[in-house]
T-cell receptor, first 114, second 116 residues
Framework: AQSVTQLDSHVSVSEGTPVLLRCNYSSSYSPSLFWYVQHPNKGLQLLLKYTSAATLVKGINGFEAEFKKSETSFHLTKPSAHMSDAAEYFCVVSESFGNEKLTFGTGTRLTIIP | GAVVSQHPSRVICKSGTSVKIECRSLDFQATTMFWYRQFPKQSLMLMATSNEGSKATYEQGVEKDKFLINHASLTLSTLTVTSAHPEDSSFYIC????????????FGSGTRLTVV
């Protein structure tokens, strides 16, 4: 069985400061992990994904995430927040062997303070 | 890149009527599509997996007769909410796998359904 826990339901940061959105996962097999962003009343956009290659994954819009197996974590970071980063972020896990079901975390709402 | 087009983006219908939502892969073939439901300020819940040319696989607790899914071609999957009730009001999102397993998924822009 697979599961995802997003540790913060809401994160607020000032514009220009670093962003950290935390995600822990549980998986019976080698997982694939994704971060998606959702703006209000919009679909989901893929930020980045980990699929057993490099553990430090770089995504779009300056975001990156590091897969840490020992900590079962896949935290999302960005060095400097921009106003346009305000959105809902979902951490997603999928097991690699024969199971392509995506399991979503509960989401983290990111607010950027001007 | 791979694009999934979902239509309509917003629909209001009366109780008891049916509503069809379309999900199209524009520049790739999608043998498998997924339908999700999202309640306000909550995460996405998988409703069903739609396979081209075969019956959809529904998640536990999802009523097959209420949420009819058809995947008649490699580029089109439809979700029909039958005999809609106010409690069916929600945000529905489809997605399609864009490559090998776990390679990546593209999501539609979602449909806001309001049943009055």
């Amino acid at each position: 069985a697979q599961s995802v826990t997003q540790l913060d339901s809401h994160v607020s940061v000032s514009e220009g400061t670093p962003v950290l959105l935390r995600c822990n996962y549980s998986s019976s097999y080698s997982p694939s992990l994704f971060w998606y962003v959702q703006h209000p009343n919009k679909g989901l956009q893929l930020l980045l994904k980990y699929t057993s290659a490099a553990t430090l994954v770089k995504g779009i819009n300056g975001f990156e995430a590091e897969f840490k197996k020992s900590e079962t974590s896949f935290h999302l970071t960005k060095p400097s927040a921009h106003m346009s980063d305000a959105a809902e972020y979902f951490c997603v896990v999928s097991e690699s062997f024969g199971n392509e079901k995506l399991t979503f975390g509960t989401g983290t709402r990111l607010t950027i303070i001007p | 890149g791979a694009v999934v087009s979902q239509h309509p983006s917003r629909v209001i219908c009366k109780s008891g009527t049916s509503v069809k939502i379309e999900c199209r892969s524009l520049d790739f073939q999608a043998t498998t599509m997924f339908w999700y439901r999202q309640f306000p300020k909550q995460s996405l819940m998988l409703m069903a997996t739609s396979n081209e040319g075969s019956k959809a696989t529904y998640e536990q607790g999802v009523e097959k007769d209420k949420f009819l899914i058809n995947h008649a071609s490699l580029t089109l999957s439809t979700l029909t909410v039958t005999s809609a009730h106010p409690e069916d009001s929600s945000f529905y999102i489809c997605s399609a796998r864009t490559g090998p397993a776990n390679y990546g998924y593209t999501f539609g822009s979602g449909t806001r359904l309001t049943v009055v």
